[in-house]
């Protein structure tokens, strides 16, 4: 089971913390979370621009607000209904070592230990690995930065890369 993810972080910096994750299995089951518990010295004025203000429920999803060990605990009981999984992020650098991290470092075994892009994929298409992924699949999102919003455009450029 393919699992397209984004994260929102306090910013590019060493020992960053997860504000936000958003998960959507490629059957459409959804996973998002707010972490109560990032560390609000960290955060970057981009991210005080750009992330915070866009936080918030999704419609027909339902929003957990927990520390890190309470998420970390849901996600896992989320993976658990899967019987393989890979993550496919869209440039998933940060993203792919703060979900390890999230998972105690700890991967279960039905999860692929190897985290899958969709810039590489652009790539080996011979398309621009930086082009507008809204443009590319003619979504526009409502909110930009927004963990969950942003899982179900890596999806779509997924589906459409592949198709």
Same mark, same amino acid.
């Given at each position: 089971? @393919?699992?397209?993810?984004?994260?929102?972080?306090?910013?590019?910096?060493?020992?960053?913390?997860?504000?936000?994750?958003?998960?959507?299995?490629?059957?459409?089951?959804?996973?998002?979370?707010?972490?109560?518990?990032?560390?609000?010295?960290?955060?970057?004025?981009?991210?005080?621009?750009?992330?915070?203000?866009?936080?918030?429920?999704?419609?027909?999803?339902? $929003?957990?607000?927990?520390?890190?060990?309470?998420?970390?605990?849901?996600?896992?009981?989320?993976?658990?209904?899967?019987?393989?999984?890979?993550?496919?992020?869209?440039?998933?650098?940060?993203?792919? =070592?703060?979900?390890?991290?999230?998972? $105690?470092?700890?991967?279960?075994?039905? =999860?692929?230990?190897?985290?899958?892009?969709?810039?590489?994929?652009?790539? =080996? @298409?011979?398309?621009?690995?930086?082009?507008? $992924?809204?443009?590319?699949?003619?979504?526009?999102?409502? $909110?930009?930065?927004?963990?969950?919003?942003?899982?179900?455009?890596? @999806?779509?450029?997924?589906?459409?890369? =592949?198709?």
């Amino acid at each position: 089971m @393919k699992i397209f993810f984004d994260t929102e972080f306090t910013g590019l910096h060493q020992n960053t913390t997860l504000i936000s994750l958003g998960c959507i299995s490629e059957c459409g089951m959804p996973f998002y979370a707010e972490f109560v518990d990032y560390d609000k010295n960290q955060v970057t004025p981009w991210v005080k621009e750009n992330v915070l203000p866009n936080l918030g429920p999704v419609e027909g999803v339902n $929003r957990l607000l927990d520390n890190s060990i309470g998420i970390g605990l849901h996600f896992m009981e989320y993976l658990e209904q899967f019987l393989n999984v890979e993550f496919w992020g869209d440039v998933c650098a940060y993203d792919w =070592v703060l979900l390890r991290q999230l998972l $105690r470092n700890q991967l279960p075994p039905f =999860v692929c230990y190897i985290p899958f892009d969709i810039a590489t994929l652009f790539a =080996v @298409k011979h398309i621009n690995p930086d082009i507008s $992924r809204e443009a590319y699949c003619g979504i526009e999102l409502k $909110r930009k930065h927004h963990a969950f919003d942003e899982a179900k455009l890596i @999806k779509a450029c997924h589906e459409k890369l =592949v198709s």
